[in-house]
Nanobody
Framework: QVQLVESGGGSVQAGGSLRLSCAAS?????????MGWVRQAPGADCELVST???????YYADSVKGRFTISQDIAKNAVYLQMNSLKPEDTALYYC????????????????WGQGAQVTVSS
């Protein structure tokens, strides 16, 4: 099973930017064709934030469209989430995910999760 390790979380003020990185233990686009980011805030439902397929096709939740950008570096087995114009409501634990098991825009679409990276946005 692929292992995922996130990095790059932190605390910023509203309007700031952060970049999350996810290192996969297996080659992406072959062994790990689909990857994504989900987030879990206290007291809120898990939200599928963004996904990227092996061919580069992307998906974004309406709540982050125009502000977040997902990308991948196949040579480095890495996936990134660039987060701009951050809002306090973006505060959550962000998980890198892989191994898509369902073609639905929910957290349950992916079976493998990393350990999570905390993002805190203050107003």
């Amino acid at each position: 099973q692929v292992q995922l390790v996130e990095s790059g979380g932190g605390s910023v003020q509203a309007g700031g930017s952060l970049r999350l990185s996810c290192a996969a233990s297996a080659p992406i686009s072959f062994d790990v064709p689909d990857m994504g980011w989900v987030r879990q805030a206290p007291g809120a439902d898990c939200e599928l934030v963004s996904t990227i397929n092996g061919d580069g096709t992307t998906y974004y939740a309406d709540s982050v469209k125009g502000r977040f950008t997902i990308s991948q570096d196949i040579a480095k087995n890495a996936v990134y989430l660039q987060m701009n114009s951050l809002k306090p409501e973006d505060t959550a634990l962000y998980y890198c995910t892989s191994d898509r098991v369902a073609n639905v825009p929910t957290c349950g679409a992916f079976a493998v999760w990393g350990q999570g990276a905390q993002v805190t946005v203050s107003s």
